[in-house]
């Protein structure tokens, strides 16, 4: 998986980058995403799991925590709202094929994060975390 991480990162300056591959639409991220669940990636390894529901709703969980909430637009990202916690989380996502890359903020400054398709369902169900 380090491998494929690594491989993910173009050779190209990222400024020539972001124009060749602009950010997924919302409905093309719906479209993605619906009814999906993708372990999320970072430098590190795999940290969360996330499920996408109908009406653009969303399970996160991790090892601390397990949110409900909702995604929306906004502007080239798209936006995470979370029960229970105030900050909005927006992404630029990217297709990959078969998997997505994504940018905080859109800043591609920063280090990606990298979805991959999964086969469970996450629920908040019973869940007592780490």
Same mark, same amino acid.
């Given at each position: ?7 993910? *990162? ?18 093309? *991220?719906?479209?993605?995403? $619906? +009814?999906?669940? *993708?372990?999320?990636? @970072? ?7 996330? #499920? *996408? ?6 399970? =996160?969980? @991790?090892?601390? $925590? &397990? ?6 637009? $906004? ?8 029960? +229970? ?5 927006? =992404?630029?996502?990217?297709?990959? +094929? ?6 905080? @903020?859109?800043?591609?400054?920063? @280090? ?10 996450? #629920? &908040?169900? +019973?869940?007592?975390?780490?």
């Amino acid at each position: 998986m380090m491998l494929r991480f690594a491989l993910a *990162f173009a050779v190209l300056p990222s400024a020539v980058m972001a124009q060749a591959d602009p950010p997924l639409s919302a409905s093309d *991220f719906e479209a993605f995403v $619906q +009814g999906r669940t *993708f372990d999320t990636h @970072d430098q590190t390894g795999r940290y969360g799991v996330e #499920t *996408f529901l109908p009406g653009r709703r969303a399970i =996160w969980r @991790d090892a601390e $925590q &397990c949110l409900e909430g909702t995604w929306r637009p $906004q502007g080239d990202q798209i936006c995470f709202d979370y029960q +229970g916690d105030p900050t909005p989380y927006c =992404w630029t996502y990217h297709d990959r +094929g078969d998997w997505l890359m994504a940018w905080l @903020d859109g800043d591609r400054g920063t @280090d990606p994060i990298l979805l991959y398709p999964a086969d469970e369902v996450v #629920t &908040c169900e +019973g869940y007592f975390g780490v």
